[in-house]
């Protein structure tokens, strides 16, 4: 192979792996949705500008906005380069032409302006590597808070003779906050928990685990529950603002018998499939956890029978929109839950529906499925 086709090749290479991953649809998702995400970001703490329309001083203004909060949000030393490279930048612009400030005035020659350019790429470069620096450091930072999440929820489901369990849960970010759970205890009854902190990312998942931990030690004390209920509530009261809430779905299940006794906290009413197709609702309302020093739950009473299908879920899942802004519905999970016939095949198939009904839509919020069949002999 001669050199020339060897760099060629090296270069199409290099054009592949650049570009790998790339679509149209990135392209105009990033000069679209996120661009303006962007720019309220960077302008929300700035007032409202006045309507001028798209003309030049309309463009101008938002400029000028735009490079004021990129500024407010970089460090002093970053802020001083960041103007400093704008400034080169005019004056780059303005080469070949004369400047006045106040008496005095000077023009910029064409060499000079190169110099000046040329400065304020070094500027910029050199803060964008220090920006992309500290992103990677909070990715890696997010990645080990999001194994240590994930850690805490369960990986397979227990044995249970004759229950079967069907379980995912994905987050809308690197860090969720909602919260699921089976466990078997000493006596053999199934404690079944799912929750829903408030919030997203690292706040939603700092609750999430305080929720674990208060959990863990409430199903040792007593699992009852009112009583996991009100520790859970006493503990989440206690830690942070008031914006700091969890709603909870608690049951305890005897298995012999598929008495559930459960309370519902401000979470999504679970669904119970009948054994003739019918479809009801555990639950009644209430406020969810850590609102209020003491809550009043009641605790309430079902019975999964033979053949019957438990499934629970977070807002997260009915709440889903579309690219046509239309949500996936409690009637659509309705529907799909009349048709289940084990836990495993009822999951795959609200799945499968969510899936094709958010399509290549970015998740707005964490979504958690749970569901638990009881064997029909």
Do not use: W
């Not at 044995?159 to 860090?175: C, D, L, M, Q």
């Not at 239309?326 to 009637?331: K, L, N, V, Y």
């Amino acid at each position: 192979m001669s050199k020339s086709s060897k760099y060629l090749e090296e270069a199409r290479g290099f054009v592949r792996h650049y570009t790998d991953g790339l679509n149209v649809r990135d392209l105009r998702r990033m000069f679209g949705e996120d661009a303006s995400k962007a720019y309220r970001v960077l302008s929300r703490d700035q007032d409202a500008p006045p309507n001028d329309g798209d003309g030049v001083r309309g463009f101008l203004r938002r400029t000028k906005i735009l490079l004021i909060g990129i500024s407010r949000k970089l460090s002093p030393a970053r802020r001083l380069i960041f103007a400093a490279s704008v400034l080169a930048t005019v004056l780059g612009l303005l080469g070949g032409k004369e400047l006045t400030l106040g008496s005095a005035s000077t023009t910029i020659s064409v060499g000079t302006a190169s110099l000046y350019l040329v400065t304020a790429i070094a500027g910029f470069a050199f803060l964008f590597t220090m920006e992309l620096v500290d992103r990677i450091r909070v990715r890696d930072e997010l990645e080990v808070a999001r194994q240590l999440q994930a850690d805490l929820l369960p990986k397979t489901a227990p044995i249970v003779p004759g229950y079967a369990f069907a379980h995912s849960y994905r987050t809308a970010n690197e860090v969720g906050g909602d919260y699921y759970d089976i466990s078997v205890l000493p006596d053999d009854r199934v404690a079944l928990v799912i929750g829903d902190a408030s919030g997203h990312g690292i706040a939603a998942g700092l609750l999430m685990a305080i929720a674990n931990a208060t959990l863990k030690t409430a199903l040792e004390v007593d699992p009852a529950p009112d009583k996991v209920a009100k520790l859970l509530n006493s503990t989440l009261y206690r830690t942070g603002d008031r914006r700091a809430f969890m709603s909870l779905f608690y049951a305890l299940l005897e298995p012999s018998t598929g008495v559930l006794d459960f309370v519902c906290a401000g979470h999504p009413f679970p669904l119970l499939r009948r054994r003739d197709g019918s479809v009801v609702e555990l639950g009644s309302g209430a406020l969810p956890l850590g609102m209020r020093p003491e809550l009043d739950l009641p605790v309430q009473r079902a019975q999964v029978g033979r053949g019957e299908i438990l499934l629970l879920f977070t807002d997260g899942l009915p709440e889903a929109l579309d690219g046509k802004e239309e949500s996936f519905g409690f009637s659509r999970l309705e529907q799909l839950a009349s048709k289940g016939s084990s836990a495993s095949q009822l999951h795959d198939s609200v799945v499968s529906a969510f899936k094709a009904h958010v399509g290549n839509r970015d998740m707005a919020d964490d979504v958690t499925l749970l569901v638990m069949s009881r064997a029909a002999d």
